[in-house]
């Protein structure tokens, strides 16, 4: 399986709607999901049949292996590659990822270090102190050390690590206000006036000395096509049509213009030492939980969890998209052992779920293909983390890297169910916020 990287550019506004069930108001997406550059990618291979040397669409043959086959092309959300760093917003090179839902920063001024009193997580210490049946209420130490609320919440955001720091990544909106027209007399209609939110096209990249400088935004996501010289074909058509796509709604009002340029990449297979990472910390996190707090345990001459520890390998899945999950027909947030197993195609008796950290939306959309409404989906939305442990790992870490590939739930080719292993940032501990 091939990786291709697409950079988009924002050359217009772009009206990606989110509208809910039973809502009256169209919010507009902070990204760019895998089913609208599936859609749009389609549509412009069809369209362009028979003027290219090389047809993607020729008898059926690539398209429906890209589209229509049991093993599609993974089109993955793309994500605004803008982030603030320190005081400024500039374009970062870095991986853009999703913070899990355990990470927490104060409520009175949360954000990293450079704005914020800082981030850190709370998997590890909530799974060591359940384990020792010790309270933990977390809270940040900046706030403490500021005189101010110390209390800690959920900090939602994309990431990425520039220059060994943390900044936020985030695309900005605005509503566009726009009139009906009478088509009998060309004028403005009566009655008709509504206003759309759209993402900004450009953002301020620096502004000193009172001259503003200005940059569009970009957005980076990717493509897993499982045939390599099909990628290749497909990365030359991108490139080869980069400003012809258009992306969201009202594209004939001149919104949704973008550039696309693809380049194929290599895999960042590193599932193993992820794991290992993890484990070791775990471990050692264990050790200063058991020194301070398990004086029963070790009076007793019984230690549950470090017996465990000896012969069970922990791994997180974090979910990067919102992910549609069923379990015997059923919507569901909880990915159980069962799941996990039938998803990674591995049979393990001993794979256990140990904790859960989940939360819900509902997602639809517009099918321009059948010119129909998609059906609403109950989702799991990202950022969902889930603890799981087994007593043997060997199996796991080929079976988990293949599912960072091809993702967890239904509709993965669309960007949904989107997975990593281990998120580094489960090592981020309250003494060391960044």
């Known amino acids: 399986m091939k990786r291709i990287e697409l950079t988009i550019t924002a050359l217009s506004p772009l009206a990606i709607g989110k509208q809910k069930p039973g809502g009256s108001i169209n919010e507009v997406e902070k990204y760019i999901p895998g089913s609208v550059l599936r859609g749009a990618i389609a ?14 669409a020729a008898n059926g043959g690539d398209f429906t292996q890209l589209f229509l086959e049991e093993n599609p092309a993974i089109f993955q ?15 970062v090179n870095n991986t853009i990822k999703v913070l899990p839902a355990t990470a927490v920063s104060s409520k009175a001024n949360p954000g990293f270090l450079s704005k914020g009193h800082g981030v850190f997580d709370t998997l590890i210490d909530f799974f060591c102190a359940e384990q020792l049946n010790h309270p933990y209420d977390p809270s940040s130490l900046e706030a403490l050390e500021d005189g101010v609320d110390p209390r800690v919440e959920t900090y939602n955001s994309l990431y990425s690590k520039h220059d060994k720091h943390y900044c936020t990544h985030a695309a900005t909106s605005r509503l566009l206000t726009r009139v009906g027209i009478n088509r009998y007399r060309a004028t403005s209609s009566d009655d008709i006036l509504y206003s759309i939110e759209v993402l900004n096209e450009a953002f301020i990249a620096a502004n000193e000395s009172k001259n503003i400088t200005w940059d569009n935004y970009v957005y980076r996501g990717y493509i897993n096509v499982p045939n390599n010289s099909l990628a290749k074909k497909l990365t030359g058509f991108i490139s080869a049509n980069s400003e012809v796509f258009r992306l969201g709604g009202s594209v004939s009002r001149g919104l949704g213009k973008v550039k696309i340029t693809a380049k194929e990449i290599p895999f960042a297979n590193d599932i193993s030492s992820r794991i290992n990472v993890f484990n070791q ?8 939980w058991s020194e301070a707090f398990g004086d029963g345990l070790r009076s007793s001459g019984s230690d549950t969890l470090t017996e465990s520890l000896r012969d069970r390998t922990f791994f997180t899945l974090n979910l990067h998209s919102d992910t549609i999950l069923t379990d015997n027909w059923q919507h569901t947030t909880v990915i159980s052992p069962e799941m996990l197993q039938e998803f990674a195609v591995v049979e393990d008796s001993n794979l256990q779920l140990h904790t859960a950290y989940s939360s819900y939306s509902y997602r639809s959309g517009w099918n321009s293909a059948w010119g129909l409404m998609k059906d609403v989906e109950l989702v799991t939305n990202k950022g969902s983390v889930y603890l799981f442990s087994t007593q043997n790992p060997q199996p796991w870490k080929n079976a988990l890297s293949k599912l960072e590939l091809r993702g967890v739930g239904d509709r993965t080719c669309e960007g949904f169910g989107q997975v990593e292993i281990c998120n580094e940032f489960h090592q981020v501990f309250r003494e060391d916020a960044v």
Do not use: F, T
Not at 77 to 91: D, F, L, T
Not at 281 to 288: E, G, I, T, V, Y
């Open 281 to 288: 910390a775990l471990h050692k996190r264990w050790q200063d």
């Open 43 to 56: 549509k412009h291979i069809l369209h362009r049949a028979g003027m290219e040397l090389e047809n993607l």
């Open 77 to 91: 959300n793309a994500y605004p590659a803008v982030g603030k760093v320190g005081s400024k917003h500039q374009i």
